[in-house]
């Protein structure tokens, strides 16, 4: 069974990705926003300083020619800054001015400055002291961290969307195409070309090494498949050969290379068998090499091995091609098989037969002389009753009959199975 995927490759680097972002999307924002903190802050109390530097000389007149008016009016000017919440105004002579709420702010919250005297000479006239609302700096510190907050989560979704679509583009959707590609690449089908649908500006990457390294594994595998194809081949013929040689000695005389009596019993049932389907003619040659035992015994086995050749290549050239087929029944015995052909024919093959035997095998002996030798047959002719056994046994009773009358002759077989063996 396909295992299901549990994870893509690029949600995991993806969500890796992401962990990574948030810790820097932390820390980045706590740096800046501690950064837009201390300037803020720098800046209020630069702010700050500035409006009362501002109204100091205005004060220091007012105070100096005892002006109350004036004095009550740089205090409402003051006061109208949003960030100064109290202003105090203590003169010297010990008088004390008054203004904003100083309900809003905490004592700690102050700014104390020194007022001149308007002739710069140095000395003080009084002390101004501003009661500083801070509640405007908290303010001014949220809206900016909730800007450099929302700036970063907004470039933070652009880059995991960039991030993301990358991830599926250049390296989910090819590796997803490679995995479908090898899970439908089948065994005759090894040579299938290996493309992947990069796009167009696809540029040389790591997705093209792993492609590159797969199509010279399908090339190496593919030439190993060829060279084993081939071997196999190489090696199924040279079985086939070796079976062939193998049955071929099975089914052959060693010594005289005509097929000997295993493969009379394999091939002579479908030669029955077609003779009585197509109601054709068989007929059968049994032959014997007369006085063979006094050969060996006086000329020894290497002339009688050299008498058996001699005997067998004359047979066959009267034998036809592909039709007729010699074996040897046992010892200096041979069988003649002569499919479609009747009686008459048969006789007349095995006269010819006996004839070159006699006039054609001479076999030089040892000592230079030349031995002659003749053959007995008996030919019979299958009849309709007639089995393998039988008709192979009155073919050897019409043998027996040529070596009993005095050799060197032709007995046929009568027309009718029972009549021959009854002679017997």
Not at 13 to 35: D, G, P
Not at 175 to 191: E, H, S
Not at 362 to 387: C, I, M, Y
């Amino acid at each position: 069974m396909k295992p299901r995927l549990s994870q893509p490759i690029a949600s995991l680097l993806l969500r890796r990705v992401f962990k990574w972002v948030i810790l820097c999307i932390v820390l980045f924002s706590s740096l800046q926003a501690y950064l837009n903190y201390r300037a803020i802050e720098r800046n209020f109390d630069m702010t700050i300083r500035d409006v009362a530097n501002t109204h100091l000389p205005m004060l220091s007149l007012a105070i100096w020619d005892i002006e109350l008016q004036a004095i009550q009016k740089q205090i409402s000017l003051l006061t109208k800054n949003t960030n100064i919440a109290y202003v105090v105004i203590k003169a010297s002579t010990g008088q004390q001015f008054v203004g904003g709420n100083g309900g809003n702010a905490r004592a700690d919250e102050h700014l104390t400055f020194d007022i001149p005297a308007p002739d710069g000479k140095g000395s003080r006239i009084g002390t101004m002291e501003l009661m500083v609302d801070r509640s405007v700096l908290r303010q001014e510190l949220m809206r900016s961290f909730l800007i450099v907050l929302t700036e970063v989560i907004l470039l933070s979704v652009f880059i995991f969307a960039a991030v993301y679509t990358i991830l599926r583009r250049d390296l989910e959707r090819p590796m997803r195409q490679l995995a479908d590609f090898v899970n439908n690449l089948q065994a005759n089908k090894i040579a299938t070309r290996l493309e992947l649908d990069l796009g167009p500006r696809h540029v040389y990457n790591e997705i093209d090494l792993v492609v590159d390294g797969f199509r010279t594994m399908q090339d190496r595998l593919q030439k190993h498949i060829e060279h084993q194809d081939a071997l196999v081949s190489e090696r199924t013929v040279q079985l086939q050969q070796a079976m062939d040689r193998l049955k071929k000695l099975s089914i052959t005389d060693v010594l005289t290379g005509c097929y000997n009596r295993l493969f009379f019993h394999e091939r002579m049932p479908g030669e029955m068998h077609r003779a009585i389907r197509y109601e054709r003619d068989l007929s059968v040659v049994f032959c014997d090499i007369d006085y063979f035992k006094s050969v060996n015994d006086q000329h020894g086995h290497g002339v009688g091995d050299d008498v058996l050749i001699a005997f067998v290549e004359s047979l066959q050239r009267e034998l036809r091609a592909e039709i007729d087929w010699l074996v040897r029944y046992g010892g200096e015995e041979f069988l003649i098989v002569l499919p479609e052909t009747p009686l008459p024919a048969a006789i007349e093959a095995a006269e010819r037969m006996r004839v070159n035997v006699e006039r054609d095998l001479k076999v030089t002996l040892p000592d230079g002389q030349r031995l002659n030798v003749t053959a007995s047959f008996g030919v019979a002719e299958r009849v309709a009753d007639d089995t393998i056994e039988t008709l192979v046994q009155r073919a050897d009773q019409c043998l027996y009959l040529s070596k009993s009358l005095g050799r060197n002759q032709i007995q046929p077989a009568s027309g009718s199975t029972s009549q021959e063996v009854d002679t017997l």
